[in-house]
C-alpha cells in the first residue's frame, strides 16, 4: 500500500498540537466499535476485560517510516484497538480503505480518532474527517488539543462549538470530545478550571477522554474527576507520570494511582476501552509500547 510521510514525527506531542492546533476532545457514542462486532461496552459487561489499545502517536517515528508494518508489529506486539491522531486527516479516502483492510486483516480496530479543531467546524474538513471516520470504523472524533482560546467566555465559545459539532456528527454515526492536557487543570478565574468549564458547558454525551499522565504532573486528582462525570469517562489515556523522570516511564513505573482510577472509571466512569499513550522512555517505540503492554497485563492478572 501507499506510505504517507508523517513529517510530525520529530516534533513533540506538545510542539505538535500547538502547530496543528488541534484540540483534545473525545464524545459519547452510542457504539466505538465496528457494527459487526459487540460494543465494547457489552463486551465488558460479559468478560469484564476491557479492549486495550494503543494510541499511535506513542510510535510515531515507525509510522511515519511504515504504516502498514507498524500496525503488523502493534497487532503483534497484542494490541487490539488503535487510535489514529492528526496527521491521518490528510489521507485521501482510497488510502483509508487500504489501511482499513490491513487493520480488518490484522484483526485491529479504531474505535476513535485525535483531530484539529478545524474537523469540528461545518466545511469540507469537517466533512472529510466525517468520511475518513466512518471508513476506519471510528464512531468517536476526539479534539486534541485546544486552538488558542482565552477567558471564561473564550472557553464557553468553543465549548458552543463542540455542542453543536456533537448534533452535527450524529447523523453520521459519529460523536465528539475533548482530550486533557496540563493547562486543562488550570483555575480560569481562581475557582473554576477549564476542565470543569468544559464538562458544564458541554451535553452529557460529549466524551472526556482522560490523560492521566498529563492530570496528575498537574497536580488534579484524577479519581476524584472520573466520580465528578459519571459516564462521561468512555476512554482513557493509559500514560503514567513521576517527578524526577516525568513521561519518560513505563506504565507502573510512575506515581499514578492506578488501581484506584481502574475502579473509578470501570464502575462510574463508563469507560469502554483504555489507550496505552507514550511520549518517549528509554527504551525504542515498539520495545516500550511492548513493556507497557505486558506491564498492563501483569497489573490486570491477564499475564
Not at 173 to 194: K, M, Y
Not at 260 to 271: F, K, N, P, Y
Amino acid at each position: 500500500m501507499t506510505q504517507h510521510n508523517y513529517s510530525a514525527h520529530s516534533l513533540s506531542r506538545r510542539q505538535f498540537l500547538a502547530i496543528a492546533g488541534a484540540v483534545p476532545a473525545i464524545l459519547a457514542v452510542p457504539s466505538l466499535s465496528h457494527a459487526a462486532e459487540a460494543q465494547p461496552t457489552e463486551l465488558a459487561a460479559k468478560t469484564r476485560k476491557y479492549p486495550i489499545g494503543l494510541e499511535l502517536y506513542s510510535v510515531r517515528g515507525q509510522l511515519a517510516a511504515n504504516l502498514p508494518e507498524t500496525l503488523r508489529t502493534v497487532a503483534k506486539i497484542g494490541y487490539t484497538v488503535v487510535e489514529f491522531y492528526a496527521p491521518y486527516c490528510d489521507w485521501k479516502v482510497p488510502y483509508a480503505k487500504e489501511v482499513r483492510t490491513l487493520m480488518d486483516d490484522l484483526g485491529l480496530r479504531c474505535y476513535s480518532t485525535h483531530n484539529n479543531f478545524t474537523s469540528f467546524k461545518p466545511g469540507d474538513t469537517m466533512s472529510h474527517a466525517i468520511e475518513l471516520n466512518q471508513v476506519l470504523g471510528s464512531r468517536l472524533m476526539v479534539l486534541a488539543s485546544a486552538p488558542g482560546t482565552n477567558g471564561l467566555e473564550g472557553w464557553k465559545a468553543l465549548c458552543g462549538r463542540l455542542s453543536t459539532a456533537v448534533t452535527e456528527l450524529a447523523p453520521h454515526g459519529l460523536s465528539a470530545g475533548f482530550h486533557n492536557h496540563q493547562a486543562e487543570w488550570v483555575p480560569l478565574d481562581g475557582t473554576q478550571r477549564i476542565m470543569d468549564v468544559i464538562a458544564a458547558n458541554t451535553p452529557p454525551e460529549f466524551v472526556l477522554q482522560l490523560d492521566v499522565g498529563t492530570c496528575v504532573e498537574a497536580g488534579a486528582d484524577p479519581v476524584a474527576w472520573i466520580k465528578a462525570n459519571p459516564g462521561r469517562i468512555k476512554v482513557i489515556h493509559v500514560k503514567d507520570w513521576a517527578p524526577q523522570k516525568g513521561y519518560a516511564v513505563l506504565f507502573g513505573e510512575g506515581v499514578s494511582p492506578w488501581k484506584e482510577i481502574l475502579a473509578a472509571v470501570e464502575s462510574v466512569g463508563g469507560v469502554e476501552y483504555y489507550l496505552m499513550e507514550q511520549e518517549g522512555s528509554r527504551f525504542s517505540e515498539f520495545e516500550t509500547v511492548q513493556r507497557c503492554l505486558e506491564s498492563w497485563k501483569k497489573f490486570r492478572g491477564e499475564a
